[in-house]
């Protein structure tokens, strides 16, 4: 039965159609550097902002009118009707999701598996006739009071066996449905104050707990792409997991590298005083870059408002990163948005996927097009040019060392720099978007 009747498949019509149910900018078999266009965006559908959440907020109950109903097991059985009926119309070929997202809780965990399970079966089947895969699931260990004090870097034993038993239950899960990626995000893992948080406990216990799961998915032969998620704050007050370079030097030091990789989020970039494309260009130059999700935040609030993407410069810087980075491997573009409280009706949902993917193409496009004629490319040869030759080629194939370099410089006279002309560059890029 539809749930979304009066919408039928979303179509590309091009950039001067008016049709707001139509792609402008996003055709799939467009080829763009020698890939499909899908191929160098793989869109993802985020279960948690699309189909779970209700449009509150903190000073207001949800006002999202949704055409699916019940409770319980009947609810997240709608749930997943309405979800591939949204995939299939809107053609997006992922979705992701966190395990309490589509299946409630029960009274104990052997419970709250069991309802999993009924679920994961339904999901199961509907995979067989749908062109639809799992991008990436994830376990909520940040919602449920006994997370009170973290999960993998919790005060209480009892509550990190419980989030390894959630986290195995995920890879299995991941298993199952065929994810192309596990996401651990550390919604609780952090901290409000030192006075009472033995920090050196709580990040060899959270390395322990990833250790463990590299075991446990070898052991099952689950092989999707660990990913972290970093965030700097909210809900915890100090997160482990600050930024992309915080996120990289844990893993170096407990010997995790080989095996994560990092889920770049645009609004936790900003949360932690980056820009997206900062904290994709950190992760892409150090060969941690697996994943993104997509989304902005609000430059006037303080918070992760998770508005879906439409900052085109934003957009299109990031994916001068995933272009450089020759594609995202086996992560995507994961919609971790939310339509606005007051756009509340369900044709609100293809609206504002349409934007973000009609904005990510359109960012694709340029990005490619600055990759084709050098632009950045020969901003920086030029800006770095005196490394190229002389004292500055000893420097880079380690020739040179203190004692040369002051026999070089000890005589000369005044340093001639040279401009290094943003201002120009900046209406250069605004020239390709534009």
Known sequence: MSVFKEIGNIRYEGKDSK????????????????????EYLRFAC???????????????AGTAIRPWKGSGLDLAKARVEASFEFYEKLGIPFFCFHDRDIAPEGATL???????DVIVGMMKDYMKTSKVKLLWNTANMFTNPRFVHGAATTSNAEVFAYAAAQVKKGLETGL?????????WGGREGYESLLNTNMKLELDNLARFFHMAIAYADEIGYKGQFLIEP???????????FDAATTIAFLKTYGLDDRFKLNIEANHA????HTFEHELHVSRINGMLGSIDANQGDTLLGWDTDEFPTDLYSVTLAMYEIVQNGGIGSGGVNFDAKVRRQSFEADDLFFAHIAGMDTFARGLKVAAKLVEDKVLENVLDDRYESFRSGIGLDIVSGKADFKSLEAYIIDKGEIANKSGRLEQIRATLNDYIF
């Not at 699309?50 to 903190?58: I, L, M, N, R, W």
């Not at 052997?110 to 999993?116: A, D, H, P, S, Y």
């Open 110 to 116: 052997r419970e709250t598996n069991k309802n999993l």
């Open 19 to 38: 049709n707001p149910l139509a792609f402008k900018h996003y055709n799939p078999d467009e080829v763009v550097l020698g890939k499909r266009m899908e």
């Open 46 to 60: 985020a279960y948690w902002h699309t189909f779970t959440a209700e449009g509150s907020d903190p000073f207001g």
């Open 176 to 184: 199952e449905l065929g994810s192309e990626n596990y996401v651990f």
């Open 270 to 273: 900003t949360l932690a005083g």
């Open 231 to 241: 965030k700097p704050k909210e809900p915890s007050k100090h997160q482990y997991d």
